[in-house]
């Protein structure tokens, strides 16, 4: 069956460091891969696309890779700082406008002071 | 320029009736998406309009329609309401749509109880 993953419910890293969050993918072959993040009561914020035949992308303190052998996304952001703090969600596209755009569960990362 | 505004805020609704909501989208913006979002489920696309027409569907049931105007406005209704259709409903725009590299821009959402 299909199935995306996100490697963990929560995740708590210290200030200064780097997160690192995981989505993984089964029976999907995505055309392309996004990372949101939300904060409680708010709608998602859109923060990377990455392409199928891209490897990675980087923008200030994030970068994210993607592997379509593994079917995996990284999703990294470094120097990590409280205000990082919220829920992070990664979403497939099945095709470029294609028939279905799946979100992950997410990961909810606290960056501790 | 004016985020995407979603109307109404809250709603509260009993089995069996018919809920309309209204997402306005950031003026420019020709691609609308709507999606469910639930403590149990997660972040669910219903479905994408584009300039009118829908272009994208997710799994949800013949209940959950919805429409674009020739302003982008979008709607989206929900007839014969069930329980479980108790959500944030969650409408984002955008300039071409999910699968280009624009930036998706989402409004507040729509608080759904159904009693």
């Known amino acids: 069956s299909q199935k995306i993953e996100q490697n963990s419910e929560a995740l708590n890293i210290q200030e200064g460091k780097t997160a690192t969050l995981t989505c993984n993918y089964t029976?999907?072959?995505?055309?392309?891969l996004q990372w949101y993040r939300q904060d409680p009561g708010r709608g998602p914020v859109f923060l990377l696309l990455?392409?199928?035949?891209?490897k990675e992308k980087r923008k200030e303190r994030l970068k994210v890779t993607f592997d379509t052998t593994l079917k995996q996304s990284l999703f990294h952001i470094t120097a990590s700082q409280p205000a990082d703090s919220a829920t992070y969600l990664c979403a497939l596209g099945v095709d470029n406008y294609g028939q279905n755009f799946v979100f992950g569960p997410g990961t909810r990362l606290s960056v501790l002071p | 320029k004016a985020g995407v505004t979603q109307t109404p805020r809250y709603l509260i609704k009993t089995r069996g009736q018919q809920v309309t909501l209204s997402c306005s989208p950031i003026?420019?913006?020709?691609?609308v998406s709507w999606y469910q979002q639930t403590p149990g489920q997660g972040l669910q696309f219903l479905f994408e309009y584009f300039s009118e027409t829908q272009r994208n569907k997710g799994n949800f049931p013949g209940r959950f329609s919805g429409r674009q105007f020739s302003n982008s406005r979008s709607e989206m209704n929900v007839s014969t309401l069930e329980l479980g259709d108790s959500a944030l409903y969650l409408c984002a725009s955008s300039l071409e749509g999910l699968g280009s590299t624009d930036t998706q821009y989402f409004g507040p959402g729509t608080r759904l109880t159904v009693l």
């Open positions: 990455i392409r199928e035949n891209e």
């Open positions: 003026s420019g913006h020709r691609s």
């Open positions: 029976n999907y072959s995505p055309a392309y």
